[in-house]
Protein backbone atom coordinates (compact mmCIF):
# COMPACT_ATOMS: atom_id res chain seq x y z
CA UNK A 1 0.00 0.00 0.00
CA UNK A 2 2.46 2.68 0.88
CA UNK A 3 4.99 1.90 -2.08
CA UNK A 4 1.66 2.23 -4.33
CA UNK A 5 0.71 5.47 -2.68
CA UNK A 6 4.91 6.72 -2.98
CA UNK A 7 4.59 5.64 -6.60
CA UNK A 8 1.26 7.73 -7.32
CA UNK A 9 2.61 10.66 -5.47
CA UNK A 10 6.08 10.75 -7.92
CA UNK A 11 3.59 11.27 -11.05
CA UNK A 12 0.92 13.65 -9.64
CA UNK A 13 0.76 16.77 -11.88
CA UNK A 14 1.88 19.90 -9.92
CA UNK A 15 -1.14 22.55 -10.16
CA UNK A 16 0.79 25.11 -12.42
CA UNK A 17 1.75 22.61 -14.51
CA UNK A 18 -2.24 21.61 -15.21
CA UNK A 19 -3.10 25.99 -14.80
CA UNK A 20 -0.68 26.45 -17.36
CA UNK A 21 -2.31 23.83 -19.91
CA UNK A 22 -5.86 24.22 -19.18
CA UNK A 23 -5.46 28.37 -19.54
CA UNK A 24 -4.41 27.51 -22.92
CA UNK A 25 -7.31 24.99 -24.19
CA UNK A 26 -9.93 27.00 -22.33
CA UNK A 27 -8.53 30.68 -23.94
CA UNK A 28 -7.92 29.43 -27.99
CA UNK A 29 -10.97 26.84 -28.23
CA UNK A 30 -14.03 29.55 -27.65
CA UNK A 31 -11.62 31.94 -29.56
CA UNK A 32 -11.24 29.61 -32.08
CA UNK A 33 -15.14 28.98 -32.28
CA UNK A 34 -15.99 33.09 -32.17
CA UNK A 35 -13.19 33.54 -35.06
CA UNK A 36 -14.60 31.04 -37.15
CA UNK A 37 -17.88 32.40 -36.88
CA UNK A 38 -17.57 35.70 -36.69
CA UNK A 39 -14.55 35.61 -39.67
CA UNK A 40 -17.05 37.25 -43.13
CA UNK A 41 -17.84 40.21 -40.20
CA UNK A 42 -13.85 40.96 -38.61
CA UNK A 43 -12.19 40.54 -42.43
CA UNK A 44 -12.70 44.08 -43.29
CA UNK A 45 -12.04 45.77 -39.51
CA UNK A 46 -8.96 43.56 -39.14
CA UNK A 47 -7.76 43.77 -43.12
CA UNK A 48 -7.58 40.00 -42.86
CA UNK A 49 -9.15 37.48 -45.64
CA UNK A 50 -12.22 35.75 -44.19
CA UNK A 51 -10.75 32.26 -45.62
CA UNK A 52 -7.90 33.06 -43.68
CA UNK A 53 -10.33 34.29 -40.48
CA UNK A 54 -11.95 31.18 -40.97
CA UNK A 55 -9.13 28.72 -40.87
CA UNK A 56 -7.47 29.95 -38.55
CA UNK A 57 -10.60 29.69 -36.51
CA UNK A 58 -11.14 26.13 -37.01
CA UNK A 59 -7.31 25.19 -36.65
CA UNK A 60 -8.00 27.14 -32.71
CA UNK A 61 -10.83 25.03 -31.99
CA UNK A 62 -8.64 21.58 -32.94
CA UNK A 63 -5.50 23.03 -31.06
CA UNK A 64 -7.37 23.97 -28.28
CA UNK A 65 -9.16 20.86 -27.80
CA UNK A 66 -6.00 19.15 -27.74
CA UNK A 67 -4.39 21.09 -25.46
CA UNK A 68 -7.40 20.72 -23.41
CA UNK A 69 -7.42 16.98 -23.85
CA UNK A 70 -3.94 17.11 -22.69
CA UNK A 71 -4.72 19.37 -19.35
CA UNK A 72 -7.22 16.63 -18.53
CA UNK A 73 -5.45 13.81 -18.58
CA UNK A 74 -4.94 12.23 -14.61
CA UNK A 75 -1.19 13.05 -15.41
CA UNK A 76 -0.18 15.49 -17.57
CA UNK A 77 2.94 14.66 -20.20
CA UNK A 78 5.55 17.34 -19.34
CA UNK A 79 7.18 16.84 -22.80
CA UNK A 80 3.96 17.45 -24.38
CA UNK A 81 3.44 20.12 -22.22
CA UNK A 82 6.65 21.66 -23.72
CA UNK A 83 6.11 20.72 -27.12
CA UNK A 84 3.21 22.98 -26.74
CA UNK A 85 4.50 25.68 -25.59
CA UNK A 86 7.06 26.23 -27.91
CA UNK A 87 5.25 25.58 -30.60
CA UNK A 88 2.85 28.48 -28.92
CA UNK A 89 6.19 30.46 -28.61
CA UNK A 90 6.98 29.78 -32.80
CA UNK A 91 3.65 30.88 -33.84
CA UNK A 92 3.80 34.28 -31.20
CA UNK A 93 7.38 35.02 -32.81
CA UNK A 94 5.87 34.10 -36.48
CA UNK A 95 2.93 36.55 -35.93
CA UNK A 96 5.53 39.41 -35.14
CA UNK A 97 7.89 38.21 -37.85
CA UNK A 98 4.63 38.96 -40.08
CA UNK A 99 3.87 42.41 -38.66
CA UNK A 100 7.16 43.73 -38.94
CA UNK A 101 7.80 42.45 -42.60
CA UNK A 102 4.46 44.14 -43.35
CA UNK A 103 3.04 40.91 -44.63
CA UNK A 104 -0.69 41.47 -45.94
CA UNK A 105 -2.59 44.53 -45.44
CA UNK A 106 -3.90 44.77 -42.38
CA UNK A 107 -5.31 47.78 -40.54
CA UNK A 108 -3.96 49.31 -37.70
CA UNK A 109 -6.85 47.40 -35.54
CA UNK A 110 -5.36 44.11 -37.09
CA UNK A 111 -2.00 44.98 -36.47
CA UNK A 112 -2.74 45.88 -33.05
CA UNK A 113 -5.01 42.49 -32.73
CA UNK A 114 -1.99 40.63 -33.59
CA UNK A 115 1.17 41.86 -31.77
CA UNK A 116 -1.00 42.32 -28.60
CA UNK A 117 -2.24 38.22 -28.96
CA UNK A 118 1.21 37.54 -30.09
CA UNK A 119 2.75 38.86 -26.99
CA UNK A 120 0.18 36.94 -24.62
CA UNK A 121 0.55 33.48 -26.83
CA UNK A 122 4.30 33.76 -26.31
CA UNK A 123 4.27 35.01 -22.59
CA UNK A 124 1.84 31.52 -22.08
CA UNK A 125 3.94 29.55 -24.14
CA UNK A 126 6.81 30.54 -22.24
CA UNK A 127 4.63 30.02 -18.79
CA UNK A 128 3.98 26.36 -20.31
CA UNK A 129 7.38 25.42 -20.57
CA UNK A 130 8.49 26.77 -17.18
CA UNK A 131 5.27 25.26 -15.90
CA UNK A 132 6.88 21.69 -17.29
CA UNK A 133 10.49 22.11 -16.03
CA UNK A 134 9.87 23.27 -12.73
CA UNK A 135 8.60 20.40 -11.33
CA UNK A 136 11.28 18.04 -12.80
CA UNK A 137 13.89 19.96 -10.80
CA UNK A 138 12.20 19.62 -7.58
Known sequence: MTATIAATNTTATPKLLREAVLLDGFATLPSGVLLAALAGVLAEPF???TGVLLGAGLFFVAWGAA????????VINRR???AVGVVNMVCAVDGLIVELAGVGELT???SLLLVALSVVVLALGAFQVFAATRGSRA
Open 47 to 49: GIP
Open 67 to 74: VLFLGFRP
Open 80 to 82: ATI
Open 108 to 110: ALG
